[in-house]
């Protein structure tokens, strides 16, 4: 059986379409049909249900891929070797948002650049954007919150980051020892807002974590936007108002008592970063180094 078929149905398996598997192979999409429809008639039976949005595999193409693909990806690590041996170069391509990125990520990479690689950082505007970029091959390696379905992406949980209701001092002497333990969220009223965006992601999430309520709109609206948590930190330092941050981001500030947290709830509200690559791609020798840094650097963050 003709390998190239294999290699492109794989991707298509793994893609659950033609069109991006025609742009990861750096094929068209007819001649990706044309060689789907050659294997299905070397084999007799149909591998996929051509659906509106893409396609599914049938029983036969589930088979054949679970038999394939293993070899396949084999066959690519002994070529990735054989390059590395020769001294090949390599640029990795990383997509999250600019925080994660510029203070865990790239940072947690940079020894690759002392064994011959390069690294290419990109910020998409949002988690949707960022995974679509990672499926049509745009992007290596993503660091998200969300957490995508589908054969497409291989996924591995990377660490959990604490989320704490910040201010100025001035603010946080306003609000009082003890006020909001005994008022709730109303003890914030009229505190300005500081957010990344005007629907108050990270405000909301915490009201509801913390307070099992939604935050007041008449109360709480953002006064200042900002699509990067660094401004959004350094706002509240200036006392801007009040924001909702990653300890790790924040921790310094803390320490040095230029912002204070208003609350320290007993079970603080906790998000998920994961690491996401296209499934089979950790074949890649670089790639799966780099996976395998930011996994361990994971641990002490």
């Given at each position: 059986?003709d ?26 999409q ?45 066959l ?35 020894p ?11 910020v998409?505007a949002?988690?949707e ?17 969300a ?30 020892t ?22 108050l ?55 040095s ?34 996976h ?10």
């Amino acid at each position: 059986m003709d390998l190239a078929l294999l290699r492109t149905f794989v991707a298509v398996h793994r893609a659950g379409s033609f069109t991006r598997a025609a742009a990861l192979l750096g094929l068209s999409q007819p001649a990706v049909t044309s060689q789907i429809r050659t294997l299905e008639r070397q084999l007799g039976r149909p591998l996929f249900h051509r659906r509106a949005r893409g396609v599914t595999p049938t029983a036969v193409g589930d088979e054949l891929a679970h038999k394939a693909a293993p070899h396949l990806d084999a066959l690519l690590r002994i070529t990735e070797a054989e390059r590395e041996a020769a001294g090949a170069s390599r640029t990795l391509h990383v997509a999250g948002p600019p925080e994660f990125l510029g203070l865990r990520v790239l940072p947690a990479l940079a020894p690759l650049v002392g064994q011959g690689h390069t690294l290419r950082a990109t910020v998409e505007a949002g988690a949707e954007a960022t995974l679509d970029g990672l499926a049509a091959g745009h992007h290596d390696l993503v660091a998200t919150t969300a957490h995508p379905r589908g054969g497409l992406f291989t996924v591995t949980a990377l660490c959990d980051e604490e989320h704490v209701l910040v201010a100025a001092p001035y603010w946080a002497a306003l609000v009082g020892t003890g006020r909001l333990s005994a008022e709730g969220p109303a003890a914030l009223d009229g505190i300005p807002v500081v957010e990344v965006h005007e629907s108050l992601p990270l405000v909301t999430r915490y009201w509801a974590a913390v307070f099992d309520a939604p935050p007041a709109a008449r109360s709480l609206a953002a006064t200042v936007v900002a699509p990067d948590l660094r401004a959004v930190l350094e706002c509240v330092g200036a006392g801007a108002g009040l924001a909702v941050l990653p300890r790790y981001l924040c921790r310094e500030a803390l320490d040095s008592g230029r912002i204070v947290a208003l609350a320290e709830p007993s079970v603080p509200p906790l998000r998920t970063w994961f690491l996401v690559v296209r499934t089979g791609s950790l074949a890649l020798a670089h790639l799966a180094r780099a996976h395998d840094m930011l996994v361990d650097a994971a641990v002490h963050w």
